[in-house]
């Protein structure tokens, strides 16, 4: 994986390179998907799609067919690293 704003090459997750009105907006209760999407746009967030399908598997909620769309990994990985910031806990990145 290529380094970018959000990742480590080694899909490791840059601290403190998601802004906190991201998390807040991404991790709310109800339909988050219009401030996910937002979001994606506005941060160009992007990571490797090997990795984030890795990583995503581990949820147990999305079959090979539904990993394969890294569209809608992106919003997967950005809502859920959302929500474990903004429940204090610490999101490592793509890492497992």
Known sequence: MKE????????EYKENSIP?????DCSHSGQCIDDVQYW????DFD?????GISYLKEFGAWD???LDNHEDNKERVLWTACGDMSEGQTFYGLLH
Request: with cysteine; aromatic share 16%; charged share 45%.
């Open 4 to 11: 970018n704003d959000y990742f480590y090459e080694s899909g």
């Open 20 to 24: 906190q009105e991201c998390i807040d």
């Open 40 to 43: 994606i746009k506005k941060l």
């Open 47 to 51: 990571f490797d799609k090997a990795q």
């Open 64 to 66: 090979d067919k539904e």
